[in-house]
């Protein structure tokens, strides 16, 4: 399937859902269509034209609404017209005119960033917004909370209820204490003090907080979006938002699932609206606390009555944050539903990992205060000079079963190898015996490649922890399967400044098994097809000790792991010794936890654009971790969404799945700085 093909997939999809859920939505969507179809509207029907058609549909149903002198703007894009949402907004005008002066844009003085999300009046001098919200400026102190260190002091933030389209007036009110942000695993809420920067009493008052947040085709979220470069549909989403971000907007939709702690809408957001307030058009109260969002996927919100809850335990003294020094000596272990998690418990050999300030670690198995060894000149043709010895043949390679889904165990344990969705036309084919095949299969793992890059797109491998054994290395080989022309042997590697080979599939985590098998995963490990250029500097302790955790542990205990690695591949990626290099990458980690025997995985993202461009040249906003040597633990959908590769299913069983993406704004999730932050429920 090509990049045009999921996208138009993905919108189907949306729309369908939505059209089944609301009837008269998909009605009006019926009868507004053009009659006999795409042909007599463009006299074709490329995949390009049925993405125009679907796309107009989604503007229709799930539109985006200016917001002038705090109030709603009827005025649709000319081709999504939709008289029933205008209608039903018609319908609530007063109770949105009311909630949309409670609600305003927080900004920053003396900060990196000038503004964070949004937040809106819980009470007449309360803002609430979201944990990751809070924390780009404030923390907790002692037993209580204090404002950030900025650039000239403490940071001062300020929530402008105005920061309108087309209006250069501002609403300021001062945050002038942080009340409360509440802890992790906990609902992503927080609550500040506020009071009008000019001492006059506030012009709007509070949104009441629904009692039990229910079902309904008749909801909108109003916040602040963002623009937001990792989003695959930019086209889509700039004529949504009219090329306009950063300004309050009104977003009609649906409420579809509520949970026990959060619900579910498909109102139209990005980054920026954390911290929106989810409108019940019928009542006018709030329905919910946006946190998190998916561009053409489903949004996350903490239910009214947790957020309610939770204001009146702080507000009567029942809430109190654990004091700094308490929560030092206190060990932390993650749990599922308050159970201890054996399956990645902290190791029996020491209460915590500790990362070292200065550390030499292995990179691609070389050591980085080690110079890389001076490579032999390219073999004429070859496209680049073998390290190895003795190179093999494809015979060699016949009884290689690669990695296999099943390793975990079958049907509900069983985990797919990834596929490629957005880059489909550049998935290296080549033959075996007259059949076509995508997968390099070695041993207990497989890699398949990029055609134009020459690198892979993912290594994929299973780990059997209680049959590891360590095994000498060898040299880089070849893959004769492939031409040698669509490798990389020697181009870009080499002494600083060229790069290090910085293994995707790790030399010892294949080496399992009999003597003889392992042996042989550990060389298979040592095939230039898993390896991606790295710099001689991206020393990172947490992304090696994510391996080496999970390693670690599957040793100790005996248990299983499929571990899944790539680059993530852009078109404006620099240009390097003849070679596109990868500015960052991912990584995969799934196993069955010991104590519920529930499937899990978790995500995360590292790079390294840093370490090789100035700083000038590139604004790297298009992932979580500007910072040379920067791990994060991200959902898997993020991953999925920037890389353009599915992990059928991988993501809903990730305990990310219903906290904020990282969409822009303050939506960055913190860096681990140890292990002890990766979150396994």
């Not at 200016?66 to 649709?76: H, P």
């Not at 003294?317 to 599922?336: I, S």
């Not at 509900?412 to 596929?419: D, G, I, Q």
């Not at 240009?575 to 990458?585: D, H, N, Q, S």
Request: charge should be neutral; proline fraction near 7%; hydrophobic fraction near 40%.
């Amino acid at each position: 399937m090509s990049e045009l093909e999921a996208r138009l997939a993905r919108l189907r999809a949306l729309n369908a859902d939505i059209c089944l859920a609301d009837p008269l939505l998909a009605e009006e969507s019926r009868d507004t269509a053009p009659a006999g179809g795409l042909e007599s509207m463009t006299g074709a029907t490329s995949t390009e034209q049925e993405i125009g058609l679907e796309s107009i549909i989604l503007r229709r149903t799930r539109p985006v609404l200016e917001i002038r002198q705090n109030a709603t703007k009827l005025v649709f894009a000319d081709a999504a017209d939709s008289e029933i949402w205008k209608g039903r907004l018609t319908k609530a005008r007063p109770l949105l005119d009311r909630a949309i002066r409670a609600i305003g844009r927080i900004d920053l003085k003396g900060a990196g960033l000038d503004w964070v999300g949004t937040g809106w009046l819980i009470a007449e001098d309360i803002v609430v917004t979201n944990r990751h919200v809070a924390v780009e400026f404030a923390a907790r102190q002692g037993e209580g909370f204090s404002f950030r260190i900025g650039t000239a002091g403490p940071i001062i933030a300020g929530i402008d209820f105005l920061q309108e389209i087309g209006n250069p007036a501002t609403l300021i009110f001062n945050l002038i204490a942080p009340l409360h942000i509440e802890e992790e695993p906990g609902p992503d809420v927080a609550f500040f003090r506020v009071q009008p920067a000019n001492g006059k009493a506030a012009i709007a008052k509070p949104i009441e907080l629904a009692d039990k947040p229910a079902l309904t085709q008749n909801a909108a979220t109003i916040g602040y979006p963002a623009y937001d470069s990792r989003i695959p549909e930019p086209d889509l989403m700039e004529k949504i938002f009219g090329r306009t971000y950063n300004k309050k907007r009104l977003a009609p939709g649906a409420v579809t699932k509520v949970d026990e702690s959060w619900l579910l809408h498909n109102c139209t957001t990005l980054g920026g609206n954390s911290g929106s307030a989810i409108i019940d058009l019928d009542s006018g109260h709030a329905l919910g606390l946006h946190f998190s969002g998916s561009f053409l996927t489903t949004n996350y919100a903490v239910r009214s009555d947790i957020v309610k809850q939770l204001l009146e335990d702080v507000r009567a003294g029942r809430r109190r944050p654990v004091p700094v020094e308490a929560a030092a000596r206190q060990p932390v272990v993650a749990t599922v539903g308050g159970t201890p998690l054996p399956a990645m418990r902290q190791d029996r050999r020491g209460a915590s990992f500790t990362i070292p300030i200065t550390v030499t670690v292995s990179l691609g198995d070389m050591p980085v205060a080690t110079p890389a060894p001076r490579l032999p000149p390219p073999a004429a043709g070859s496209g680049g000079g073998s390290v190895a010895g003795d190179e093999a043949v494809v015979a060699d390679y016949r009884d290689r079963k690669g990695y296999v889904p099943s390793f975990l165990g079958k049907n509900k344990f069983a985990v797919k190898l990834p596929s490629i969705v957005s880059r489909t036309d550049d998935v290296l084919r080549f033959k075996v015996n007259g059949k076509a095949e995508t997968e390099l299969r070695y041993e207990h793992y497989s890699v398949v490649m990029s055609r134009s890059r020459r690198m892979c797109f993912f290594s994929a491998v299973n780990i059997d922890g209680a049959q590891s054994k360590k095994a000498r290395r060898v040299a880089w080989k070849w893959d004769p399967r492939i031409p040698k022309e669509q490798q990389i042997m020697n181009e870009c590697y080499g002494n600083p400044p060229k790069f290090s080979r910085g293994h995707m599939t790790r030399r010892e985590d294949p080496g399992w098994g009999s003597t003889a098998t392992s042996k042989r995963g550990n060389e298979d490990s040592m095939h230039v097809t898993n390896t991606t250029p790295q710099m001689q500097a991206f020393n990172a302790p947490i992304w090696l000790a994510l391996e080496d955790y999970a390693l670690d542990h599957t040793r100790e205990d005996g248990m299983k792991v499929s571990v899944f690695t790539g680059p993530y591949f852009r078109d404006n990626d620099p240009e390097m010794y003849g070679v596109l290099i990868p500015r960052a990458f991912w990584k995969v980690i799934a196993f069955v936890h010991d104590d519920t025997r529930k499937l899990c995985a978790t995500g995360y993202e590292m790079n390294q654009e840093k370490s090789f461009l100035p700083a000038e040249e590139f604004v790297f906003g298009g992932f979580t971790s500007p910072q040379l040597n920067v791990a994060t633990q991200i959902p898997i959908r993020s991953i999925e969404a920037r890389s353009g590769i599915t992990f059928h299913g991988l993501a809903g069983v990730d305990p990310l799945a219903g906290t904020h993406e990282s969409l822009g704004g303050a939506d960055t999730p913190p860096p681990l700085a140890s292990l002890e932050q990766i979150r396994f429920v």
